[in-house]
């Protein structure tokens, strides 16, 4: 019993950390570049053609493909279309 109630902690802990982040999906057909900077570290990630990638756990700004810079909570979806961003 005890085991059932850690794995379902450890399974409800998962999806609210998997829920907080944001994802982002590339619609194009060519990988785009983005710059992240969350906590304070700026990092470069790269999304290929129709990929999705989840970031930003704790909050995150973004510099998108096209110059666009969004700020990000960590729960919004992201689509690249066209080398632009459209944040739902």
């Not at 999906?25 to 990638?53: C, M, Q, R, Y």
């Amino acid at each position: 019993m005890m085991k059932i109630a850690l794995i379902a902690g450890v399974a409800t802990s998962l999806t609210a950390f998997a829920a907080s982040a944001a994802s982002i999906e590339n619609k194009d057909s060519e990988p785009h570049t983005l710059f992240v900077t969350e906590d304070g570290v700026k990092n470069e990630i790269i999304i290929g053609a129709n990929e999705i990638v989840t970031i930003c756990q704790n909050g995150c700004f973004i510099t998108m493909p096209n110059g666009d810079r969004a700020a990000l909570s960590g729960g919004e979806s992201v689509k690249i279309v066209d080398s632009a961003a459209v944040i739902n």
